[in-house]
């Protein structure tokens, strides 16, 4: 879906506003390029929909369209943004956010008027979709309706900012639609560097014991501190390495590239958590040209994992991959693995 809010984004800064965004509207190609149809044109090609007019030029599908579109008022990029949110409440739950579907006009604008989203946690409680209501609640939750706000002036302000959110969430980065408290900037820091910080912690104790040691052995004391020492900085900067040149790569062949490199310089029985995350990347770049290739660096990923005690960003991650292989019973197991550790938080 971040691909897809890219797109709209680009279509946005050509001044174009598409709509009619609903699932039907967006293509991946077989190179997983994400390319939007029916720009205007949406109930030409899709009958089966339930769409209505406001107008000679305002095509529209109501289960998607945000309240300003379904009432008259003026539309802008920000209708889009919600019909994006409304798209991805369907992904994490499997129902839209709001019943509309066989309203005529007149009962629709009334209920949009009235209507309220429910959290998609809460919607998952039956347990339908993919996902389970503990993956979803708090961050997600908030990002979703953020997006599917009834005021346009308080959804995300562009297409790349709910693209951006989404990117942080997966990031485990703190989101900007959560108001800016310290404690919860905390915990995301916490959660998102549990390694470095224990790392950290081991050095401060071998720091202590080195000054002791160095007090009865001098320098051999002085040169494991100093070894210790290098070999934080180069895993710190690999870390920082694979938050910016991941990024910045420009194809998946630079990326695999880059990947392979670390692997081989990574000591993965010291680092099994970051290497974990390295075979994952690789895994994930390698799914669209070479899937053989991919599954072997998934079951890497998987084992690192399971040695290193993977967090559950990873697994549920590692679960999304899977199914994107078609590999629904290695995706079943990373899931459980997820909710098991997030059941033990």
């Known amino acids: 879906l971040i691909d897809v809010c890219e797109a709209v984004d680009h279509a946005h800064r050509l001044m174009v506003v598409h709509r009619d965004l609903k699932p039907s509207n967006v293509l991946v190609d077989q190179h997983g390029q994400v390319k939007l149809l029916d720009f205007g044109i949406a109930k030409l090609l899709d009958e089966g929909a339930p769409a209505l007019t406001l107008g000679e030029d305002q095509p529209m599908t109501p289960l998607y369209a945000a309240p300003e579109q379904i009432l008259g008022e003026p539309v802008s990029a920000s209708s889009d943004v919600y019909a994006l949110g409304a798209i991805l409440y369907e992904l994490l739950t499997g129902r839209l956010p709001t019943p509309r579907e066989g309203l005529p006009l007149a009962q629709l604008a009334q209920a949009v008027s009235r209507e309220s989203v429910a959290p998609p946690s809460r919607t998952l409680g039956g347990g339908h979709g993919r996902w389970s209501a503990g993956q979803i609640r708090g961050d997600l939750d908030l990002l979703v309706l953020t997006a599917l706000h009834a005021d346009p002036q308080r959804r995300y302000p562009t297409a790349a900012a709910l693209g951006e959110e989404l990117r942080r969430w997966l990031d485990g980065l703190p989101l900007r639609a959560r108001p800016d408290h310290w404690s919860y900037r905390?915990?995301?820091?916490?959660?998102?560097?549990?390694?470095?910080?224990?790392?950290?912690?081991?050095?401060?104790?071998?720091?202590?014991?080195?000054?002791?040691?160095?007090?009865?052995?001098?320098?051999?004391?002085?040169?494991?501190?100093?070894?210790?020492?290098?070999?934080?900085?180069?895993?710190?900067?690999?870390?920082?390495?694979?938050?910016?040149?991941?990024?910045?790569?420009?194809?998946?062949?630079?990326?695999?590239?880059?990947?392979?490199?670390?692997?081989?310089?990574?000591?993965?029985?010291?680092?099994?958590?970051?290497?974990?995350?390295?075979?994952?990347?690789?895994?994930?770049?390698?799914?669209?040209?070479?899937?053989?290739?991919?599954?072997?660096?998934?079951a890497a990923a998987e084992a690192l994992l399971r040695e290193g005690s993977g967090e559950v960003a990873h697994w549920q991650s590692l679960a999304q991959t899977w199914r994107v292989l078609g590999d629904s019973e290695s995706a079943a197991r990373a899931d459980a693995e997820a909710n098991a550790r997030a059941a033990s938080r």
């Open 186 to 298: 905390a915990g995301k820091f916490v959660r998102r560097h549990r390694l470095p910080l224990a790392v950290g912690g081991l050095v401060l104790l071998a720091l202590t014991v080195g000054f002791s040691l160095a007090l009865q052995q001098g320098g051999q004391a002085r040169h494991a501190l100093a070894e210790l020492q290098r070999d934080l900085v180069l895993e710190r900067q690999l870390r920082r390495d694979l938050q910016t040149r991941w990024l910045e790569s420009q194809t998946p062949v630079q990326r695999q590239a880059w990947l392979r490199e670390r692997l081989a310089t990574l000591d993965a029985a010291r680092s099994p958590r970051l290497a974990a995350e390295l075979q994952l990347r690789l895994g994930q770049t390698l799914v669209g040209d070479q899937p053989e290739a991919a599954r072997s660096a998934l």
